[in-house]
Structures are given as C-alpha cells and as structure tokens.
C-alpha cells in the first residue's frame, strides 16, 4: 500500500511540476512576445526618425535649389548635389526590418530626394554656353561665341 501512496504522490507531483512549468514557459513566452514586440516597436521608431530627418533636410535643401540659377559648375550646385546624394545614401543605410510602413515612408523619402536631384539638374544651366542648338522653322541654327563674344551663325 505504502508504494501504491507513493506512486499516486509521484504521479501527483509529476503532475504538478508538469503544470508548474507549462506555466513558467507560458509566462516566460509571454514575456518574451512583449520584449520582441518592444524591441520591433524601437526599431520602427529608429527607422521612421532617420527617414523623418531626411525628410526634413530635403525639405531644406529642395526650397535651396528653387532658388539656385547658375551653371553646373558653380559650388553651390556641385554643393546642393553632394548634399543631396548624401541624403539618398542616408535613405539607403535605413533598414526596413521587413516592416512595410518603413519600407513605404523610405520609398516616399527616396521620391522626394530624386524630385529634387530632377529640379537641380533642370535648374542649373550647362557650363558650355559656347555652342547651343536652335530650332528655327524646322531648321537647326548652330549658334556660335568666338572668343571675341560676337555671335555667328552657321546654317546646318
């Protein structure tokens, strides 16, 4: 009889220390779940703040470029282009984590970023000014500047 007790206590106990750890993993995962959730949640955050700051600099550097008019060459358009670049380069470090709204407000940087690279190359004039194509009725006129600075010019 004494074993046939132990064996029930035995089973009793194996019973309950079954549970007990069914609920330690179920705590443990639980709160392993929140970290995971804490950690993905900082993550998002990160990413969307470096994409908002990009966001923000374009902004900047976009009203600069409204107002540039000069040549190519001139540093503030070789400037406005480094900076410009370097924001995409910025966009191109932020990782999405698989999370489609940083994927998303990243591509939305990027788009914003080119608009601006577009409107620089459209805004800066190209540097060789000595040598322009104009269409005069259906004819193309080949406008030269001699050293001199008079005009010449040649039928093609």
Known sequence: MEDESNQKNDKNTTHANVSAM???QEEHDDVE???ADKVVEGLRQGALSAINSVAI???TLREQVEHFDGPRSHPDCLRLEEELTRLLLRLDAVDSFG???VR???RKAVAAVQSAINL???SCAPDDRSLA???VEGDITQLKTPSDGSKEN???
């Open 22 to 24: 069914k609920m330690v």
């Open 33 to 35: 779940s929140k970290t």
């Open 57 to 59: 600099d374009t902004q």
């Open 99 to 101: 999370l489609d709204e």
């Open 104 to 106: 998303a407000e990243r």
């Open 120 to 122: 620089l190359g459209a």
């Open 133 to 135: 194509l104009v269409a």
């Open 154 to 156: 040649e039928r093609s």
